[in-house]
């Protein structure tokens, strides 16, 4: 399957800092990106879709003013979560679509940890 | 997109066959059911999937019923690093966006 990297893979930051993470396909030129959330014994869920070269759609509930999301060329996409709170220490995950049969290449995902 | 149940968790011994099942009765004509699994502090990884008929690959089998209101992925000769928790997913074709329910938390024993 398709290569898709996270950057960092781990970050710690202090409350109130805001903290960038990269999403890169590696190997094939994704259309579409995907940024999901997992809390500790949870599942994943989707945070938002982020279409090269548009604003990124959010799904019900997630702040779009509080996590910013860039796609702006075929493979690369930033999650930027602005003032971050001990609360939104998570595990965040990317994946990258946009082949034929639909499929989602996953990242191999970024544990931030806000103190 | 329809909803799927699977168990919570399982247990293999090593070496033997991993039958995981999912029951999705609602699901549509156009609706493809996809398996992904999580290794801990990983990413998802993608298995197989299938619409109707069953589907093999180099990791799995899937095998549909034919009212397709159930399948089955089986890892045929499960092992240590099979450990994981499997997510059985069922997206329209079209739609990019998939929905991970809880899953099944597989628990193979030496």
């Known amino acids: 399957g398709a290569v898709v990297s996270q950057h960092p893979s781990r970050v710690i930051c202090k409350s109130g800092t805001s903290v960038k993470i990269e999403c890169r396909s590696l190997d094939f030129q994704a259309t579409t990106m995907f940024w999901y959330r997992q809390f500790p014994k949870q599942s994943l869920m989707l945070m938002a879709t982020s279409n090269e070269g548009s604003k990124a759609t959010y799904e019900q509930g997630v702040e779009k003013d509080k996590f910013l999301i860039n796609h702006a060329s075929l493979t690369l996409s930033t999650l930027t979560v602005t003032s971050a709170h001990p609360e939104d220490s998570s595990f965040y995950i990317c994946?990258?679509?946009?082949?034929?049969?639909?499929?989602?290449?996953f990242g191999p995902g970024t544990r931030l940890t806000v103190t | 997109d329809a909803k799927t149940t699977q168990p919570p968790s399982m247990d293999c011994a090593e070496g033997r066959a991993a039958n995981l099942p999912c029951n999705h009765s609602t699901i549509s004509g156009n609706e493809y059911v996809y398996w992904y699994r999580q290794i801990h502090s990983q990413g998802p990884q993608y298995i197989i999937h299938?619409?109707?008929n069953n589907e093999t690959n180099e990791m799995a089998s899937l095998i549909i019923t034919e009212d397709r209101k159930s399948s089955t992925l089986i890892l045929p000769h499960a092992t240590l690093r099979d450990t994981a928790v499997y997510y059985c997913?069922?997206?329209?074709?079209?739609?990019?966006?998939?929905?991970f329910g809880t899953g099944t938390r597989l628990t193979i024993i030496p």
């Open positions: 997913i069922v997206r329209a074709f079209g739609n990019e966006k998939l929905t």
């Open positions: 994946s990258a679509g946009g082949g034929e049969s639909y499929e989602q290449y």
């Open positions: 299938g619409l109707k």
